[in-house]
């Protein structure tokens, strides 16, 4: 009679997720994902081909993460860009273990900024459109201004050096909208 598989490949990617969130990618090993899952590394091998491949999967929950973070977040400026800048700066804040993987990392698995970004929720398009409706002439390059900004910002709380109150934030998205509409 074959032995019953009690690690199912959903318990070793949670595992590797959990560790990844806490304690940052570089920590997920084989030996170290084997102690957090409960198992030995075979479980671990007989459903991932190598460890490239669960940080492939590993890197797409996170990247889902991310959008039901954003989708999760509230909504309350009109400005452009306000909305999307407030929950990436605060995922920087929140989770800064995954922000890093996904925002800071070289290997992104083929995936773009605007790729991750945009993901299922289709944020930057709605934040494009958005400043096209308030008459935004170039909203594309709108954006990669106003990313410029906020990714800095976000960058900066990871190293405590961001340390504005949500309102002084939301002001300093807004005045760079301003600003920059006049450039």
């Known amino acids: 009679m074959a032995r019953k598989e009690t690690i199912t490949k959903n318990d070793i990617l949670n595992a590797a997720f959990e560790m990844a969130r806490e304690e940052g990618i570089s920590q997920v090993s084989a030996r170290t994902l084997a102690a957090?899952?409960?198992?030995?590394?075979?479980?671990?091998?007989?459903?991932?081909?190598?460890?490239?491949?669960?940080?492939?999967?590993?890197?797409?929950?996170a990247i889902e993460f991310f959008g039901t973070y954003y989708e999760a977040f509230?909504?309350?400026?009109?400005?452009?860009?306000?909305?999307?800048?407030?929950?990436?700066?605060?995922?920087?804040?929140?989770?800064?273990?995954?922000?890093?993987?996904?925002?800071?990392?070289?290997?992104?698995?083929?995936?773009?900024?605007?790729?991750?970004?945009n993901g299922k929720t289709g944020a930057v398009v709605k934040e494009i459109n958005?400043?096209?409706?308030?008459g935004c002439k170039s909203p594309s390059e709108m954006f990669m201004k106003m990313w410029i900004f906020i990714h800095g910002a976000a960058c900066m709380s990871l190293t405590d050096d961001y340390d504005l109150q949500e309102e002084d934030t939301i002001k300093l998205l807004e005045e760079c909208y301003s600003a920059f509409q006049n450039i």
């Open 36 to 61: 957090r899952a409960g198992c030995s590394t075979q479980p671990i091998f007989r459903v991932y081909k190598n460890m490239e491949e669960l940080g492939e999967e590993l890197f797409a929950r």
């Open 74 to 117: 509230p909504k309350k400026n009109d400005t452009p860009f306000v909305n999307l800048g407030l929950a990436y700066i605060h995922f920087a804040q929140e989770e800064q273990q995954l922000f890093r993987l996904l925002f800071l990392s070289e290997n992104r698995h083929g995936k773009s900024l605007y790729d991750m970004l």
């Open 130 to 134: 958005n400043a096209k409706f308030y």
